[in-house]
């Protein structure tokens, strides 16, 4: 299964349906299932600015998303961006120079936590998903 690897807060934000985009400077043609993991290394400024009382778990695969659509950001989408939740896309919307793309998560699914090293990209883990359900 592919899986992808995402800062704290942002993974916890996403698995939590409070953050509903994904932003890349990369483009991909994939849609369907991707694993959440959560990097080993966070994002302390943002861990401040969304003060949400949530886990954040460091390293693990944390929950299954779908990859149901990927968005080039432009002035358009900001205001979509800006419509669907101002506060957690604020730095998207205020950064006219990020020249890169969205992905819309959504059917989410918590997995009980799983240690493992990330890696940039999409990349493949096998996973027995009757073992990691909630």
Do not use: C
Request: proline share 2%; no cysteine.
């Amino acid at each position: 299964m592919k899986v992808l690897t995402i800062k704290q807060p942002y993974a916890s934000l996403i698995m939590a349906g409070i953050k509903k985009y994904e932003f890349r400077t990369w483009k991909t043609s994939y849609r369907g299932e991707v694993l959440i993991h959560s990097s080993k290394t966070l994002d302390k400024k943002a861990m401040k600015e969304f003060n949400y009382d949530l886990d954040y778990p460091l390293g693990f695969i944390i929950g299954k998303v779908d990859i149901t659509d990927v968005i080039k950001v432009d002035d358009d989408f900001r205001k979509v961006l800006e419509k669907e939740n101002s506060f957690i896309y604020n730095h998207v919307i205020n950064d006219k120079s990020f020249d890169g793309y969205a992905f819309k998560l959504e059917n989410l699914e918590l997995l009980n936590p799983i240690y493992i090293n990330g890696k940039l990209g999409l990349w493949n883990y096998d996973i027995n998903y009757n073992d990691e359900k909630l």
